[in-house]
């Protein structure tokens, strides 16, 4: 039964730490989608201040392959996360 449904005062011990531990989820999904929204787009930012050379801007090759892989690398993590979080049986 979902824990919506039931006026407060009728839950359980086991559902208050229930619905407390799934707020806590969603708050660390929530910092984790923002940081790596801000990360994806610093990553963008990068690369294209590098593509354009804007400013003197210049980085050596490898940090930028290093850039990407890292970039790939949380995209990835994130996918991996989402996934099994909705498709968990």
Known sequence: MSLARRPPENLKPKDWVQAAHVEFQQQIVT???????FLLVA?????LLQGF???GFALEASFLRWLGAATIGEIGGLLLLTFRAVFRQ
């Open 31 to 37: 910092f984790l989608l923002g940081a790596y929204g």
């Open 43 to 47: 990553t963008v930012a990068i690369v």
């Open 53 to 55: 050379h804007a400013w």
